[in-house]
């Protein structure tokens, strides 16, 4: 029987194997270039707008999530692609047989998929707030938050909270990951794995169309309440942590994260992941990688 250590380092070695082998491929490489020169291309753009329009951000930080906003929604989409073909990328080129004849187990190959997964939606937060702050740095300054010459916020308290946005803002992005880890785990093509898995994210996108009035009518302590079908909308549920975020810039001070959008994007994200987790795990268990 396999220990916890071994069961570690053979995650390890197949997630190294993996970095290796995307470092490798140009799609992957393009992908995540596409990322950087759409995150400094529209940090340029939004700031031209700025100046067309004769309007200015509150700060540095008010710029940098501004630009944050729109980068993760236009981003999430090509990183999500990426993530779709991890698997079809082994199947494809009958890597998967020989790494299954070694001593490793399909939990341990589908667990370093996962660890991927959350390594390149982690890549692609790291890249686009370090483009989007760099903005805000350049043209309007970071450092203590202030108004009038008053010291709101003192910078430090900024980017703390910062830290914490990303970390909930990182965990509603793995649970996108999730999906295409999902979706991977049935493709033997990297055509197949994108159109398969663009159909899924944007079926799931859409029920941000549906009115907040249609939903789950639900009890919670005697009192009944209507969670909106709109809420399973897992691709937007990123955008939830950066609304909170929002708050701080305009001067207001984020007393609590644990508040009912947090809460209700935790509970989405968390059902999610554990639907996509049984999803491929099933996959996994069932499939000939012979074929």
Known sequence: ???????????????????????????????????????????????????????????????????????????????YVLVCILFAIDVSNSTVKYILTRPVTRMELLVSKYVTAFGMVTLNVALLWTVALSGGAAFYGLGDLTENGYVIFSGGYVFGQFALGTFFLLIALGSVAAMGVAVSTFSSTMGGAIIIGLIFFFMLELLAVIPTNLGLTLSLGGEAFVLPFSSFSLPNQPLIPLGVLGDLTTGIAIESWWIPPIQRMLAVCGAYLVLFLGVSAFGIRKRDFTL
């Open 1 to 79: 029987m396999r220990s916890p250590l071994d069961f570690l380092r053979t995650v390890a070695r197949l997630v190294r194997a993996d970095v290796t082998k995307l470092s490798r491929y140009w799609v992957v490489l393009a992908g995540f270039v596409a990322v950087v020169v759409l995150a400094v291309s529209g940090t340029m753009v939004f700031h031209r707008i700025e100046q067309a329009a004769n309007v200015t951000s509150n700060s540095g930080y008010d710029f940098a999530l501004a630009v944050m906003d729109r980068l993760v929604d236009v981003s999430l989409p090509i990183v």
